[in-house]
């Protein structure tokens, strides 16, 4: 059980515009920023979102990240085949001291 | 452009201590911007962080590992590593090595990942 949830699955068509979400808790999400990050099938997760919506240099603007209160949220649009790859969020938890993740959502391009 | 590559045994027996090290290139390991640390993915499951380290050696640790769980730095060698005692097939997974910025604790470069298997 992670302390983040994250739904396991996700879905859209190409060109479609998907969210998956990210609910944590006051010590986690709702004292912290939250960060996102894509695992392409075979490979290290990669940063996708740092500081709740920033994206890093060279991730494309099609990807936003927001948060509001204890959830948080990431948004895809213009969906593309490409972007097959588990999510996962993650941020400080106050109460134990660490980082959290969540437990990542398996987005599937139809 | 930085590169973290992790090295160490891909296999493990259980009850003995898995060790990893972590090499970085292309940048300092001693830089004030930054924590070092250690995630782990087990076979077909999530992330789950393991621990991290400041250059001067002050760490934090996942409190469920806590116990069994040391990393190091050695900013001669531009490395820092990672000790995990009384293994048993539960600490098998791909082991990530990241660099973690200070401020918003995102992990920004990762190394490759190594599969480090507990089996007899």
């Known amino acids: 059980q992670s302390v983040l949830t994250q739904p396991p699955s996700a879905s859209g068509t190409p060109g479609q515009r998907v969210t998956i979400s990210c609910s944590g808790s006051?010590?986690?999400?709702?004292?912290?920023?939250v960060n996102w990050y894509q695992q392409l099938p075979g490979t290290a997760p990669r940063l996708l979102i740092y500081?709740?919506?920033q994206r890093p240099s060279g991730v494309p603007d099609r990807f936003s990240g927001s948060k509001s209160g204890t959830s948080a949220s990431l948004a895809i649009s213009g969906l593309q085949s490409e972007d097959e790859a588990d999510y996962y969020c993650?941020?400080?938890?106050?109460?134990?001291?660490?980082?959290?993740f969540g437990g990542g959502t398996k987005l599937t391009v139809l | 452009q930085l590169q973290l590559q992790e090295s160490g045994p891909g296999l493990v027996k259980p009850s003995e201590t898995l060790s990893l090290t972590c090499s970085v290139s292309?940048?300092?390991?001693?830089?004030?911007?930054?924590?070092w640390g250690w995630i782990r993915q087990p076979p077909g499951k999530g992330l789950e962080w393991i621990g991290s380290?400041?250059?001067?050696?002050?760490?934090y640790y996942n409190p469920s590992l806590k116990s069994r769980v040391t990393i190091s730095v050695d900013t001669s060698k531009n490395q820092f590593s990672l000790k995990l005692s009384s293994v048993t097939a539960a600490d098998t997974a791909v082991y990530y090595c990241?660099?973690?910025?200070?401020?918003?604790?995102?992990?920004?470069?990762w190394g490759q990942g190594t599969l480090v298997t507990v089996s007899s």
């Open positions: 380290i400041y250059y001067s050696g002050s760490t």
């Open positions: 500081s709740n919506n």
């Open positions: 292309g940048g300092s390991i001693s830089s004030s911007s930054y924590y």
């Open positions: 990241a660099r973690w910025g200070t401020q918003w604790l995102e992990a920004d470069y």
């Open positions: 006051s010590s986690t999400i709702g004292s912290n920023t």
């Open positions: 993650a941020a400080w938890d106050d109460s134990l001291n660490g980082v959290v």
